[in-house]
């Protein structure tokens, strides 16, 4: 399984576009990279996916080089609502069950402030 | 769709008692897992399910126990409750072939 590296926290401010880096050097061919949201006291929220390039949803941006052994993360135009802990995870979740033991690691605490 | 649910939201326990977490989801996901969030760490994979009466052990299956005996509920069972399983208990679910995992609300756990 892939191990990931995220920066533990991030400050921003109301406005700003942040950008949030994941490293995954061994990721393997089938990998997918899927990042997630946790809310204090909430379960993790499913944000966005990508296998390779970038892809886009209302939410996110997901950006993955072509060595795919990175992905940023990019939040629009962020607000207090987005002060979260982001995880970024890498695996075979599709096609296998043994895609159930990824691991979400620490995640990246993002502040974000007036 | 209720989603994922999870029951009890808070419990407590004293060490050597048992109990079961209950986890509930309606939309007919295949898969299904049990993690647990420690204060300032990420979650850990317990026990997982990749369908009715098939489960596996993840990263801390000890102390905890599973079974899968239809595609909606999979409890979680703490044979005898230690100190060291204090924690935030999440269920989730997905379906089969697809990355999005869906959550429940958790389960606050303290031993005593």
């Known amino acids: 399984l892939a191990k990931t590296t995220q920066p533990i926290s991030m400050d921003s401010y109301e406005g700003q576009e942040v950008n949030i880096t994941c490293s995954h050097n061994?990721?393997?061919?089938?990998?997918?990279i899927t990042w997630y949201q946790q809310f204090p006291s909430q379960g993790p929220r499913f944000i966005i996916q990508?296998?390779?390039t970038k892809v886009t949803n209302e939410v996110a941006s997901l950006f993955i080089p072509a060595d795919r052994k990175s992905s940023t993360l990019s939040l629009p135009r962020v607000s207090l609502s987005d002060t979260a802990v982001y995880y970024c995870l890498v695996g075979d979740m599709g096609l296998t069950g043994g895609g159930n033991k990824l691991t979400f690691g620490t995640g990246t605490q993002l502040k974000v402030e007036l | 769709n209720a989603g994922v649910t999870q029951t009890p939201k808070f419990q407590v326990l004293k060490t050597g008692q048992s109990m079961t977490l209950q986890c509930a989801q309606d939309m007919n996901h295949e898969y299904m897992s049990w993690y647990r969030q420690d204060p300032g760490m990420g979650l850990r994979l317990i026990h997982y399910s990749v369908g009715a009466g098939i489960t596996d052990q993840g990263e801390v299956p000890n102390g905890y126990n599973v079974s899968r005996s239809t595609t909606e509920d999979f409890p979680l069972r703490l044979l005898s409750a230690a100190p060291s399983q204090t924690s935030v208990y999440f269920c989730?679910?997905?379906?089969?072939?697809?990355?999005?995992?869906?959550f429940g609300p958790g389960t606050r756990l303290t031993v005593t």
């Open positions: 989730a679910s997905r379906r089969q072939g697809a990355n999005e995992q869906y």
């Open positions: 990508g296998y390779k």
């Open positions: 061994n990721i393997a061919t089938n990998d997918y």
